[in-house]
């Protein structure tokens, strides 16, 4: 079950991007639909019904991480398939941009999170 639902909200959002990019001619606006955050909709959803709305919270607090690193994803593969003149060699790379902005602002993102509960029982948050 988590498997179809996770391919139906993913698969939907590429065949809806590549059909965008088909029919507009500014292709860059198919780069909207190409960030649908489809897989984090699959995750709160199925997390939601499994475990509830705490843990599901949990887990788009943590797409905030993937969402920022996404950022860098992108920035890093225009500039590396121009530094390289490659685009699939930036776009290798630019995985490895995303996965060290994703961990980075997951840890800020935690810390600042771990700051807010403390400030909640009267100690000076942290920064």
Do not use: H
């Amino acid at each position: 079950m988590d498997i179809a639902v996770r391919f139906v909200f993913g698969g939907s959002a590429v065949v809806a991007s590549y059909l965008v990019s088909l029919f507009v001619p500014w292709k860059s606006f198919a780069g909207i639909f190409a960030a649908f955050p489809a897989v984090m909709a699959a995750a709160v959803i199925l997390t939601g019904c499994k475990q509830g709305s705490a843990q599901a919270g949990e887990v788009a607090f943590g797409a905030v991480a993937g969402m920022l690193g996404c950022t860098f994803c992108v920035v890093g593969a225009v500039l590396l398939s121009r530094l390289f003149q490659n685009w699939a060699v930036g776009l290798f790379l630019s995985l490895f941009v995303w996965l060290g902005a994703a961990v980075f602002f997951n840890n800020l993102t935690g810390k600042m999170k771990k700051s807010g509960q403390d400030s909640v029982r009267g100690k000076r948050p942290i920064l």
